[in-house]
């Protein structure tokens, strides 16, 4: 049942880095588990084995879907220094000054009316 919350919770995520943080602990949460069955006597059985596979199959899955989040979280960043630069472009043209104004006026909210 916990893996069950655990799958969902992860996929409905949309932040990269509450999602790595969700697939990391995900992962360690396996991890702890197939360190228990490697360890337990039990673990020679076929059961155990079975255990064992699954376990490592899950934890090889959200290792690749931790990897798919990095790409993606890595290509938005790769994008937004291209979006940052193009709106620092007509933030500039939007922040320069008006000449026919004196130079306290052109300055917008540079001033707090306390007594107001």
Known sequence: MIDALSSSFST?????DAALGAVDAQI???????????NCP?????EGKAKIADLQTKIAGLKQQKQ???QRRLSKQAQTPAIAS???VQGDALQTQP??????????????????
Request: hydrophobic share 40%; with cysteine.
């Open 28 to 38: 360690a949460s396996y991890e702890v588990k197939l360190a228990d069955w490697v």
């Open 42 to 46: 039990s673990c020679k059985t076929p």
């Open 86 to 88: 193009a709106g620092a």
């Open 99 to 116: 000449t026919h104004l004196p130079h306290h006026l052109g300055s917008l909210g540079n001033r707090l009316d306390i007594f107001a």
């Open 68 to 70: 798919t989040i990095e």
């Open 12 to 16: 409905g995520i949309s932040s990269p």
